[in-house]
């Protein structure tokens, strides 16, 4: 069983220039530095290969960023050819 009961899904910012990554609990921006592989000394028991942190100072929220970060990267992917 998971040591983390309670973790959220983040989502990808709708309509947002630069591909953004919100907390699927409050949906504050995940800040970059906080978003990272889950391997490792960096490892949480959740079944997410990426990891979001939330900072915001009411939240704290485990973020599994597996769909948004696929999404993200599709949504680059568009850009880059639409150039």
Do not use: W
């Not at 592989?37 to 100072?57: F, H, K, M, T, V």
Request: aromatic share 6%; glycine share 4%.
């Amino acid at each position: 069983m998971s040591e983390y009961q309670d973790f959220f899904t983040a989502r990808l910012a709708e309509n947002s220039t630069v591909p953004t990554l919100l907390c699927g609990h409050c949906q504050s921006i995940l800040p970059p530095s906080r978003i990272f592989e889950n391997q490792g000394e960096n490892r949480y028991d959740l079944p997410c290969d990426i990891i979001g942190l939330c900072s915001a100072d009411d939240c704290g929220a485990v973020n599994c960023c597996d769909e948004a970060t696929k999404k993200a990267e599709k949504q680059r992917a568009e850009n880059r050819i639409a150039v």
